[in-house]
């Protein structure tokens, strides 16, 4: 299964760059550079999904379109893809 989601980043004024994911609740990442923040952001991302997809009724919730994102000074939107393999009743 693939997602994509769009998700918020921003320096902060540390020096990390943060992530949040709008449309995944408490879903966030940090990183030293943005490709560590985007590397992390993915990691979480498919941590959220997996989570979810073990629930006895998983809720994954629509990606929100980009250009509805209001974002505040100094903040940009990348899609963050995640592949999602489900692996259970898988015969090798």
Request: glycine share 4%; charged share 30%; proline share 5%.
């Amino acid at each position: 299964m693939r997602f994509v989601y769009p998700a918020v980043i921003r320096r902060q004024d540390d020096g990390l760059w943060h992530a949040r994911f709008p449309d995944l609740a408490m879903c966030e990442a940090t990183g030293d550079s943005i490709d560590d923040v985007l590397r992390s952001a993915n990691l979480a991302a498919y941590d959220w999904i997996d989570l979810e997809m073990h629930e006895e009724e998983p809720d994954i919730p629509p990606a929100s379109q980009v250009e509805d994102i209001e974002l505040a000074e100094g903040e940009m939107v990348r899609s963050i893809l995640v592949i999602y393999r489900i692996l259970d009743g898988w015969d090798e």
